[in-house]
């Protein structure tokens, strides 16, 4: 991604060009929206029901737990008019002729077609391995929650307790009701003190930690399209069709929402490098990644928006 941003700075490549090369990508996460409209239902949670918003919340159903929440069955191909909007990425002969001086330049013993098909492997290898980590991940959350049952404590009680109490457990003879106990009683208090404490976004230096002020944040814009709607929260069973949807931080168990009809989305927390980013550039769909608390809340509190990310600029119609 920092490569292909830099041919786009160094003008051997446009945004236009960028956002043809990131759409003509075939990630796991676009196969998964392809999936969605041509598997039946139970072929489809399968393969894609151990996902779940929110990659490390145990308190987040995964898709196969809740799946009526997060898909609407039977349903039309939503990615069909992204398809429609794509343009086939092709390089001319003077951006080949330029991006061989570069790689003589910086001693990259590449060619042009093998530098691409590198940053294809690099980033749809990033996507997969993710995705692969995020099954034996989500399964461990389901066997710690049914560990947690077994001994009375529900998910939510379970949610507190420190990763370090299941490792205990597997090297001594404690009771396990006893210390899932412990450990969910003093996360509990972490937390409360947690939720007492606000922080700025860096500490360089110790004073920090008494007084500062919450920066402004450059966000990350996503294609060059522009587009507005009403501000859609991920609340209940809400409609999220052509809504802005706002996620504070988008994981790709959030994927969910891209097969709603959205407009756009927007992130409080997330880079130009991030999973929802690489889906936002395939999909063609107008985002705003890393948008930080300040501007997330200003947004979060108004009832239409409008994304012009041609331009960076997001405007509160009302």
């Known amino acids: 991604m920092q490569i292909l941003r830099s041919l786009v700075g160094v003008g051997v490549l446009s945004e236009l060009d960028r956002a043809a090369f990131m759409a003509g990508l075939d990630t796991v996460s676009a196969k998964m929206g392809r999936d969605l409209a041509m598997l039946d239902r139970e072929t489809f949670l399968r393969e894609y029901g151990h996902l779940r918003p929110g990659t490390y919340d145990i308190l987040a159903p995964r898709y196969d737990e809740a799946p009526d929440r997060y898909f609407n069955w039977p349903r039309p191909d939503a990615n069909a008019s992204s398809e429609e909007r794509r343009r086939p990425f092709a390089l001319s002969l003077s951006q080949m002729r330029d991006i061989e001086r570069?790689?003589?330049?910086?001693?990259?013993?590449?060619?042009?077609?093998?530098?691409?098909?590198?940053?294809?492997?690099?980033?749809?290898?990033?996507?997969?391995?993710?995705?692969?980590?995020?099954?034996?991940?989500?399964?461990?959350?389901?066997?710690?929650?049914?560990?947690?049952?077994?001994?009375?404590?529900?998910?939510?009680?379970?949610?507190?307790?420190?990763i370090g109490s299941i490792y205990r457990l597997y090297a001594s003879a404690a009771s396990p009701g006893e210390v899932l106990a412990e450990s969910i009683a003093r996360g509990r208090r972490a937390h409360q003190r947690t939720r007492a404490i606000a922080m700025p976004p860096l500490l360089s230096r110790g004073e920090d930690v008494w007084w500062f002020e919450m920066p402004p944040t450059e966000p990350n814009f996503l294609t060059q399209r522009r587009v507005s709607g009403p501000v859609g929260r991920l609340e209940?069973?809400?409609?999220?069709?052509?809504?802005?949807?706002?996620?504070?931080?988008?994981?790709?168990?959030?994927?969910?929402?891209?097969?709603?009809?959205?407009?756009?989305?927007?992130?409080?927390?997330?880079?130009?490098?991030?999973?929802?980013?690489?889906?936002?550039?395939?999909?063609?769909?107008?985002?705003?990644?890393?948008?930080?608390?300040?501007?997330?809340?200003?947004?979060?509190?108004?009832?239409?928006?409008?994304?012009?990310?041609?331009?960076?600029?997001?405007?509160?119609?009302?």
């Not at 001693?107 to 993710?130: M, N, P, T, W």
Request: aromatic share 10%; proline share 1%.
């Open 236 to 318: 209940g069973d809400a409609d999220l069709s052509g809504t802005i949807a706002l996620v504070a931080n988008a994981d790709p168990g959030y994927d969910w929402i891209l097969s709603r009809g959205i407009a756009g989305f927007i992130t409080a927390y997330g880079g130009a490098n991030s999973h929802m980013a690489i889906r936002a550039s395939e999909l063609d769909l107008p985002a705003v990644i890393g948008a930080g608390e300040v501007l997330f809340a200003r947004w979060s509190a108004a009832q239409q928006l409008e994304i012009d990310a041609a331009n960076r600029q997001v405007w509160v119609i009302r």
């Open 102 to 162: 570069l790689l003589a330049e910086h001693r990259i013993e590449h060619d042009v077609v093998g530098l691409f098909g590198f940053l294809e492997a690099g980033i749809r290898g990033r996507e997969y391995s993710k995705f692969v980590f995020s099954r034996s991940l989500s399964d461990a959350l389901v066997l710690i929650g049914q560990l947690g049952e077994a001994h009375g404590f529900s998910r939510d009680d379970i949610s507190y307790a420190d």
